[in-house]
């Protein structure tokens, strides 16, 4: 079935550093790629998402870069700050079976902390 | 900036009691999923609903889980006989189109269910 795999599931570095999360996904017929950042308690929040028509999208400090044919998604935030700490989470459109139903298969999570 | 919204935040019930989870999508949404997730691992798709009939199910969705939109603006998620395992996060989930098409998937802020 459809899989997800998330790496490293913690990080820890320092503030203003970079962090990249890295994720593979085993349906080649994906083709959108979310990233949530999840804090404590709290809903998943797209922060950004990524189309199977293009290799990368950057927003500010956060960036999202795709290899289709490696089924390897990546996301780079830069300069991080510690309001970035939280649990992030990639997923994938699982658009295996019948029809088209957008359903989302998440990675395991990374726990990203940003120290002062 | 509308949200979609979930009742109760936290509920209690004891093991074999029937549970209602209840969802108000945004308002001009087609697609409706529930997620869940439990303490410290990843989000898991349960089922994805449109045009008032379930598109797709994971093998979590067993015949212990029903889902309804029973008026204009909810969407329920109910479990019939609740078991210990059932204790997670239930998130609610709307999107405008399906993932793949243009849209993201917004999320609820959760309910916490805790069977006793």
């Known amino acids: 079935g459809e899989n997800v795999e998330q790496h490293p599931s913690t990080l820890s570095v320092q503030e203003g550093d970079s962090a990249v999360i890295k994720c593979t996904y085993s349906?080649?017929?994906?083709?959108?790629f979310p990233w949530y950042k999840q804090e404590l308690g709290k809903r998943p929040q797209l922060i950004i998402d990524i189309r199977s028509n293009v290799g990368e999208k950057k927003d500010q400090r956060i960036a999202v870069t795709l290899n289709k044919t490696a089924k390897h998604f990546s996301l780079h935030i830069t300069e991080t700050q510690p309001e970035d700490s939280a649990v992030y989470f990639c997923?994938?459109?699982?658009?295996?079976?019948?029809?088209?139903?957008?359903?989302?298969?998440f990675g395991q999570g990374t726990t990203l902390q940003v120290k002062p | 900036e509308p949200e979609v919204t979930q009742t109760p935040s936290h509920q209690v019930t004891q093991m074999g009691q029937e549970v209602i989870l209840r969802c108000v999508p945004i308002?001009?949404?087609?697609?409706f999923y529930w997620y869940r997730q439990i303490l410290g691992q990843k989000v898991e798709f349960l089922v994805s609903?449109?045009?008032?009939?379930?598109?797709?199910k994971s093998e979590i969705f067993d015949d212990q889980f029903s889902v309804e939109r029973p008026d204009g603006s909810n969407f329920t998620l109910k479990i019939r006989s609740t078991k210990l395992e059932d204790s997670a996060m239930y998130f609610c989930a709307s999107s405008a189109y399906r993932a793949v098409s243009y849209n993201e998937q917004f999320f609820g802020p959760g309910t916490r269910l805790t069977v006793l």
């Open positions: 997923a994938a459109s699982g658009e295996g079976g019948s029809g088209n139903t957008g359903k989302l298969i």
């Open positions: 609903f449109y045009n008032n009939e379930i598109s797709e």
């Open positions: 349906d080649s017929a994906s083709n959108y």
């Open positions: 308002s001009n949404h087609l697609y």
